[in-house]
């Protein structure tokens, strides 16, 4: 989950030049050579500069070259673009990255044609998928060929698109127009009254532009009857589903089933950013969790007490933690995929809740939703 591009990469020369990339950025303040690197990375001293010619040539119209004198020190020049806008363009030209953009667009190209387009063997092309089927049986998807396509829920799909994607960290890498409906939607939100969500643009923009891109395929979410009725009557959603039908209008000239405004809603709760008020506009209220009843609330704070004690919960101290249970509950109502957990959320709580954390975990696993959430 950590880095889903780098765990579906087959291409070892690119996963050398990430790794080089990589570990220059983080040493960058050091006086680092082709010996340091070459130890560091267990790469030989002629491989090395090998990929280095390769990674300068692959960036002609770019401001970033890796230069290294008689002595073999390294040096960024002059470094006019981020280390990860490199690897994001690398990564472009990898097979993995053109047949999960071919994917994305819901490009059916047959064996023989991926053979042409991709300029590699039927039998590479049966490799990598063999590989990416392996690795995406955790998204509960896979890929077929004749044509190339996927197989899974369209939630789960749209899932795995935003795990591959967002690793890039590049709101606009799908679509440059999604950062001003972002803005837009929530700006229109706030106008109304709403104490709207605490969001994270980067994951909001990037779920726009994957729902606009599938679309455009006629790849719609179809939700069964129970899940149709629960959001339906989530009052979170009952505020702002104007601003769902607004957006989806504005983007289709199709009607759209039901279940896909819907599942518009629930990502809206996957964009909550739960970090701290600093850098907030402090005269504006956020919201960090979906309204709920008091059934679900009180089932939470139960499971909550298992671990903290009371005084925790009535304090305040317990609110992100709440919240992001609350808002996790609902997604899970989608897919079991939107439940998954990414590593430096789980880093980030080892760190700021280091005794907690176990027994949390512990419990978390244990427990049983109640018939009644």
Same mark, same amino acid.
């Given at each position: ?108 190209? *047959? ?9 590699? *063997? ?69 106008? *109304? ?181």
């Amino acid at each position: 989950m950590n880095n889903l591009p780098m765990t579906l990469q087959l291409d070892n020369q690119f996963k050398r030049q990430y790794n080089l990339l990589q570990f220059i950025r983080t040493h960058q303040s050091k006086n680092l050579t082709l010996s340091d690197l070459s130890q560091k990375l267990g790469i030989s001293k002629p491989t090395l500069r090998k990929d280095i010619d390769i990674i300068n040539h692959s960036l002609p119209t770019i401001d970033f070259q890796i230069t290294y004198n008689e002595q073999g020190f390294l040096q960024i020049d002059p470094q006019e673009i981020s280390v990860d806008s490199v690897i994001t363009i690398l990564a472009k030209d990898t097979t993995i990255y053109r047949m999960m953009d071919l994917l994305l667009h819901n490009k059916t190209y *047959s064996t023989e044609q991926l053979s042409d387009y991709l300029m590699i *063997s039927r039998s590479s092309i049966f490799n990598i998928i063999r590989h990416m089927n392996e690795v995406l049986k955790e998204y509960r998807i896979s890929k077929a060929t004749g044509p190339l396509t996927f197989i899974g829920k369209e939630e789960d799909i749209r899932f795995l698109l935003f795990s591959f994607y967002s690793s890039f960290g590049d709101s606009q890498i799908i679509d440059s127009d999604s950062n001003h409906h972002a803005h837009s939607i929530i700006a229109h939100g706030r106008k *109304s009254g709403i104490t709207f969500l605490h969001f994270s643009h980067f994951r909001f923009s990037l779920w726009l532009s994957i729902a606009k891109v599938r679309g455009q395929s006629k790849n719609f979410c179809h939700f069964n009857n129970s899940t149709v009725a629960l959001v339906k009557k989530n009052r979170g959603n009952q505020l702002i589903e104007h601003l769902i039908a607004s957006y989806y209008s504005s983007l289709f000239k199709l009607t759209i089933p039901e279940s896909e405004s819907l599942w518009l809603y629930l990502v809206f709760l996957h964009c909550v950013s739960y970090s701290n008020w600093q850098g907030l506009d402090e005269e504006r209220t956020y919201a960090f969790r979906c309204q709920e009843g008091a059934v679900v609330v009180d089932a939470v704070q139960r499971f909550l007490l298992q671990v903290f004690p009371k005084q925790m919960l009535d304090n305040g101290a317990l609110d992100k933690i709440e919240a992001f249970l609350i808002n996790t509950r609902l997604l899970s109502k989608m897919s079991p995929s939107y439940e998954m957990t990414s590593v430096a959320l789980i880093d980030l709580m080892k760190k700021k809740i280091p005794r907690a954390f176990s027994p949390l975990a512990s419990a978390f696993r244990a427990i049983k939703s109640p018939s009644d959430v």
